[in-house]
Structure formats: C-alpha cells, structure tokens
C-alpha cells in the first residue's frame, strides 16, 4: 500500500504508514494565485493500493484536489484508489428541511463515490442516515472512537462523571460511559441561533461526585461547550473537562470554551489541532485493512462486493 496524505495530515500519516505497513510519500499541493490548484503525486503507482489522507474539515476547498489526487493515481497505475477522511463533513444535511435546499450528505457522498472505490472515517455525524451504506455506493467504514475515549478517561479521569451537552450527544456519551464504567447524565440544549445557545443543568447529586467531563462529537462553534460550562460552574460543580471526538474549532472556539472556565480541552487527532492527544492510528489502520479486503483485486483473484468506480461509470 501506498499512503499519500494531504500536507497537513503528514503528523497522522506518519503513525498510521508503519500500521499499515505502507510506503508514505509526500503529496504536493500547489495554489496558484488565482484560486486554482495543482496537484502532484509521488511518481509512479503500478498495481499499487494506494490510500489518500485527507481530513475533510474544510470539504469546499479540498473537493476539487482530492479527485485530482485520485484520478491522477489511477493514471500513474494504482489498482484501487481509498480516502482515509477521519473527519467526514456534509452529513448533517441528510433531508430537505425547506424547499429548494440541497440534500449535502447523499450528494457529497456520490461525489466521493465518483473518485474513490472505499472510504473509512471516524464516527461520522449522521442524524437520521442509519448507515453510511445508505448514503454510499462504495465500501464505506465508520470506526468508531468510544474505545479510545473510554481508553483515556479510565488513565487519566478515573472519577469522572460524563456529561452530554444535549440530546444529540447521548449515542456518544452512554457508549464512552459504558465502557468506562462512569456514571453519565445528559444537559439540555436550547437553541436560538448559529450562536446563540443555552444549557440547562439537572439537579443530581453525580455531577458532584467526580470530575466533570463534557462529552461532544464535534466542537464547532464552542458557544454549547462554553454554556455547559458556565452552567456546570454555576451548579457548584469542579471546573470540567472538555472531551471530544472531532476538533472542528471555528475561529476563535478553542478559546471561548477556556475562558467559561474549562479546566482542559482533549481531541482525538481525526482533525489536527494543538488539543490532539487521542490517536486514531491503529483504529484506522485496522478499518482501512477491512475496507481493501472486500475490493476485487486482481493478484489475490477476490470478489468485489461493489462495483469499481470505473465499472460504476462504464454502465
């Protein structure tokens, strides 16, 4: 295999390359000054599986490059062409909640389908899409991170109690919660704008008994992490600990949530960010390993279980 990362990906490919036993090579991406870009591979690919790295927190401008990146593989030979996105964006539009409005998570995932023949990810951020196979036409694999936080609270918070900062969050929390044999309980959000949110915080004697750990997938904004804390802080609580999965930090969000009073803010390193301390190697390299064995590859003479991409087109 052959591990391409896009620049800033290179801190997670360099862990991830020995796991997979792959060849990492360097990926150059040049901007011109007009907004356009050009991409370069690492010479010649013959007959290799060659896995791209791209971390899809800014999806608008890395569309274009990652199929450059993909077609541009298959020409210099690769057998098969996967992305590795340990964060996958457009999922959270999964309907039409007003008329006119585009779908984004089907369609972003046909257009990834288009280029890619597999995809693995990170607990992607699906509301009412059940499976990533319901939105994809290609090997889709989400790993999932409870493990690994469950992994980390157990060494450094032994006493924590975990919070959710609003129903959306329980899926992450009750499973992180059980496998790190903590007690959980779940804020309430109320929503009044892009930025504008506000926390409610339940009467129970839990929140006392340990440090507090609020548990997100994503920190966008910061505005429901800083309210939980503020809210928390109110309650009496110790100063909590923010824990999540995808470090999305837009402007300024890092911190907002550090000045509510956050005593520390833990990512995994699906999204790089000073934050990072959770590593997502070794549960990528074995998803990606799942993802090449369903592929039909012509030396081990396997069934593919999906069309290739090519064979998509062809019909």
Known sequence: MILVPFP?????????APELDANLRALDWHRFPDGESLI???GDMEGADVAVLATLRDPDRLALPLRFAAETARELGA????LIAPYLGYMRQDRRFRDGQAVSAKLFAGFLAESFDWLVTVDPHLHRIERLEDVFTIPAVRVASAPLLA????TNLPDAVLLGP???SQQWVAEVARLA???YEVLRKIRTGDLQVDVSVPESATLH???PVILDDIASSGR??????????AAGTGSPVCLAIHAVFAEGAHDVIMSAGAARIVTTDTIPHPSNVIGTAGVLAKAVRSAVSGLDLPVSGRTRLTPTRSERNSK
């Open 8 to 16: 800033e990906m290179t801190p997670l490919a360099r862990s991830l």
């Open 224 to 233: 429901t992490m800083a309210r939980a804390v503020e809210r928390l802080l």
């Open 181 to 183: 044999a903590r007690p």
């Open 79 to 82: 057998r098969n062409v996967g």
């Open 40 to 42: 370069t591979l690492p």
């Open 151 to 154: 992994d980390w609270i157990r």
């Open 209 to 211: 008994q340990g440090t």
């Open 166 to 168: 609003d129903s959306e």
